[in-house]
């Protein structure tokens, strides 16, 4: 039988490997080279806003397009508020979500339970605000500001109006939108708990409660931080949902009732009212770039965090 | 008697953990030559040696001298990919393609080094199937995925994907450690009649399965080769003490 | 006694955890159940085929949205999952290196990136220099698909068992033709998995195609030309004060949780065949 001779390829298959290696690495320089330009065309773009107020953009509380005067900390304040109150809210469900799917949940709810969960991030975040918009605000007005006021009434986060959408439902939207990843990474960093440590508690006679409080909480502690930091950056950069529901107002006020503004909702709601106003758009596109910043900064945070303790975890598995 | 590899001072790393210290060796061949010693002696580096697999590890390193019918394998100008086809390698776990039928799988080597002709591939797949044994046994199934075959079988399969691509040496790394007596007996029988055709090195921690179907045997310890001689002389009357030991069983 | 107080102890939290998970459901259920509810009766043939109508003429619907929706969704698709796919390969083959752990690290931190950033990124570098198009909106809607496609594509790479590159190899195979031919279609179900995932994920993103796609209520005309999109069509509808307007809001939102929801039961019927090592 005649055999096909099988060696003729061998430069090509030399530089077969070569080629091959070189291209993939290519679109993985691609990776590197978005994330530079990420950051690289909103700072050019913003030039003209960083020239005309400098620092003074992150401290002026002043929003007037029409005068154009520019400062960002309404909408600084506004972020760095709504996210945490939406932590606030957020983290003790998330808490005992991981804590009943990882240890407390018959077996056979486990994965159904976290799996629906789940399914809240893939709503997209424009449904989110419709529903927040139309079911969430009425009933947040309707039911909770009204005894908010009556016992809390003394404080300033709970004077004046409520206004449907406000500071307080973009909080509550926000949180709705934290819980499905701050749990399921805090569930993913308690599985990685050796069960030697559960063991040791179970033998001395704990109950599961207490095997998950004596045993677990402590040993995941650092990887559950890590979990709100995430969250806390989901909420940061969240826009759509957001932007739906604040009520978009540049001013800041102490009540949660109020209307206000996040930077990511600022930029979605008046992005395309600029009128050609340059100064106007470069503004904006600064509060993008401080934006892109602090969630980058928040992210690695919280990804050295979660990674440092999920490699301990695994690595001594 | 012809010798087919000459190994000469050949050291292995794995970064910085020497795993072969200075092995000089012959194979002969169309001969069994089987390298027996416990577990973490360096018998499968050094058998990964023989086909430039070890450099397949990241940070793994060598040096030393491999020469295949007098060419030293490991100089420069030498396409690791030549000699994996020269030299073909079955391994501890039956690694059938999943994703390939059966026929596929045998020859996947032919396949993906650009032919085409669909008549050569099936003759050869069947004669490939024949020598390896399983031709009767697949015959009719020869579109069903090569991972619904029994573990003996799809070890004789991968035999098979090995054959087909005509290699001059087949390397056996512990290749019946995960099957049962009778399928481990089947691949024993294969490998005596292979050696007609072939030359086989065969790792393996049987010293049965070593006194059964080789003719040379080296014996490996702590990276080092420690005897090396006719499969008689080292089971009937071992030079090494540590050899000895080993034999009858005192430690591994 | 004390034993008493302990159980029960235990008995309130495995309660009160299990109360967070319900509450927790509620909002997902109530989102459901709203958006069907309302969404139903706002959809027919017109809303599904037909331009809108301008305020106050009743009809119409999201013909042209549903359509700009599938254009800008197979623009970004067609820049990231090359783009993803490529550079996992890239990671999971060849990334055990300085270089590979920070583009898997970039990845990683660039999955967190701001919806509305990456719109201001499609403004920046594509909407000043050639105006308001679907390729704008495809390049922002990509910015996020990218990272994501990488990282799952690395994953399931990374689950090829090592045995079978290394029987391709052995069969003097090439070690490109080993992950063409041998990992990748080993892998093939966990990168379509996560492309879908991916898909599904980036065709309900809204901020970054206000910025760069701008909305038409007209046909698209071309991928250079500003195109209407399901998500950005029911946001206008959503914050405007007409009731009409509101209800097509809820349909539009009916249409893209339904395109959603079939991504994601695809994905679950391709897992399901799961290849078998």
Same mark, same amino acid.
């Given at each position: ?16 490997? +070569? #080629? @091959?290696?070189?291209? $993939?690495?290519? %679109?993985?320089?691609?990776? &590197?080279?978005?994330? !530079?330009? /990420? ?35 309404? +909408? #600084? @304040?506004?972020?760095? $508020?709504?996210? %945490?109150?939406?932590?606030? &809210?957020?983290?003790? !469900?998330? /808490? ?36 927040? #918009? @139309? ?16 016992? /809390? ?36 960093? #308690? ?127 | ?252 | ?43 027919n043939i017109d809303f599904l085929t037909q331009l809108p109508k301008p305020v106050g003429e009743a009809g119409g619907g999201l013909g042209n949205a549903i359509q700009g929706t599938f254009i800008v969704v197979g623009i970004a698709c067609l820049i990231g999952l090359p783009v993803g796919i490529l550079s996992g390969v890239y990671l999971s083959e060849y990334g055990e290196n300085k270089f590979g752990r920070m583009v898997s690290f970039v990845a990683d931190v660039l ?167």
């Open positions: 039988m005649d055999r096909p001779k099988l060696s003729f390829f061998r430069m090509s298959k030399l530089s077969g490997d +070569f #080629i @091959f290696k070189g291209v $993939v690495g290519l %679109f993985a320089l691609g990776i &590197i080279v978005l994330a !530079f330009l /990420l950051f690289r065309e909103p700072f050019i773009e913003s030039q003209l806003s960083r020239n005309a107020f400098g620092f003074g953009f992150l401290t002026g509380s002043t929003w007037d397009p029409v005068n154009e005067v520019f400062g960002a900390l309404p +909408f #600084i @304040f506004g972020t760095l $508020v709504s996210s %945490f109150l939406a932590l606030l &809210i957020a983290v003790p !469900f998330s /808490l005992g979500i991981a804590i009943f799917l990882s240890e407390l949940a018959p077996e056979k709810l486990r994965t159904p339970l976290s799996f629906i969960i789940e399914l809240l991030a893939a709503v997209p975040s424009v449904i989110i605000g419709l529903w927040g #918009i @139309f079911i969430l605000a009425p009933f947040l007005r309707d039911y909770l500001a009204p005894p908010l006021s009556t016992y /809390l009434g003394f404080l300033p986060l709970f004077q004046g109006p409520m206004y449907g959408l406000s500071m307080l439902t973009g909080s509550v939207i926000l949180a709705i939108m934290v819980i499905p990843i701050t749990s399921s990474v805090s569930r993913e960093v #308690i599985m990685t708990v050796p069960t030697q440590q559960r063991e040791a508690a179970l033998a001395l006679g704990a109950t599961g409660w207490e095997t998950t409080r004596i045993a677990v909480l402590p040993y995941a502690r650092s990887g559950i931080f890590g979990a709100v930091i995430l969250g806390f950056g989901r909420a940061v950069g969240e826009t759509m949902a957001v932007t739906m529901v604040i009520g978009n107002s540049s001013h800041i006020s102490a009540s949660l009732f109020s209307p206000s503004d996040t930077m990511a909702s600022v930029i979605a709601n008046q992005f395309l009212e600029t009128a050609g106003s340059k100064l106007y758009i470069s503004s904006l596109i600064e509060v993008g770039f401080l934006l892109l910043v602090v969630s980058v900064i928040i992210n690695i945070g919280a990804r050295i965090l979660v990674w440092k303790f999920l490699k301990v975890e695994r690595g001594a598995a | 008697m012809p010798e087919k590899i000459t190994i000469e001072n050949l050291n292995a790393w794995f970064e910085t953990k020497q795993a072969l210290h200075d092995i000089n060796l012959s194979i002969q061949e169309n001969m069994i030559t089987a390298i027996i010693g416990p577990s973490g002696c360096g018998k499968s580096t050094f058998i990964r040696c023989l086909n430039r697999m070890h450099e397949v590890v990241p940070k793994a390193k060598i040096s030393g001298k491999v020469l295949v019918d007098g060419k030293n394998i490991y100089e420069s100008d030498v396409d690791p990919v030549d000699i994996r086809r020269r030299i073909g390698m079955v391994f501890q776990k039956a690694n059938p393609f999943p994703t390939m039928s059966i026929s596929d799988n045998v020859v996947a080597g032919l396949k993906l080094s650009g032919v085409k002709d669909k008549k050569i591939l099936d003759n050869i797949a069947e004669e490939s199937l024949k020598k390896a044994a399983l031709w009767d046994e697949v015959k009719n199934d020869l579109n069903k995925s090569g991972v619904s075959l029994s573990g003996g079988q799809q070890q004789r399969l991968c035999i098979a994907r090995a054959l087909a691509v005509e290699p001059e040496i087949i390397l056996f790394d512990e290749p019946c450690s995960a099957l049962d007596p009778i399928s481990t007996s089947k691949i024993e029988d294969l490998m005596l009649e292979l050696k007609e055709k072939y030359t086989i090195v065969i790792v393996t921690h049987n010293m049965q399965q070593a006194a059964r179907v080789s003719d040379y045997t080296a014996f490996f310890l702590y990276g080092k080769l420690i005897e090396f001689g006719e499969t008689n002389q080292i089971f009937k009357k071992p030079m090494e003490k540590s050899t000895e030991d080993y034999i009858v069983g005192r430690f591994g | 006694m004390k034993w008493n107080k302990r159980k029960l102890i235990d008995r309130i939290m495995s309660f009160l955890t299990a109360a967070c998970v319900v509450i927790a459901i509620i909002p997902l259920l109530s989102i459901l159940y709203t958006v069907t509810l309302n969404g139903i009766s706002a959809i999955t967190g990136t701001p919806s509305i950033v990456a719109g201001i990124f499609g403004y920046t570098f594509i909407v000043l220099y050639f105006g308001f198009s679907a390729i704008a909106g495809g390049v922002a809607i990509s910015v996020l698909m990218i990272p994501i496609v990488a990282r799952t594509t690395e994953e399931s790479l990374k689950l090829v068992p090592g045995s079978l590159r290394e029987a391709s190899l052995a069969l003097g195979i090439p070690r490109w033709k080993t992950i063409l031919h041998i990992v990748l279609s080993t892998a093939m179900s966990g990168i379509i998995t996560g492309a879908l995932l991916a898909i599904a994920r980036v065709s309900g993103e809204t901020a970054p195609l206000l910025l760069t796609a701008f909305g038409n209520p007209f046909w698209a005309v071309g991928i250079d030309k500003p195109i209407s999109t399901l998500p950005a069509q029911i946001f206008t509808y959503a914050i405007s004060p007409f009731p009409d307007w509101h209800t097509k809001a809820w349909g539009g939102a009916l249409i893209l949780i339904i395109l959603i929801l079939i991504l994601n039961i695809g994905v679950r019927l391709i897992t399901r065949r799961k290849y078998r090592v």
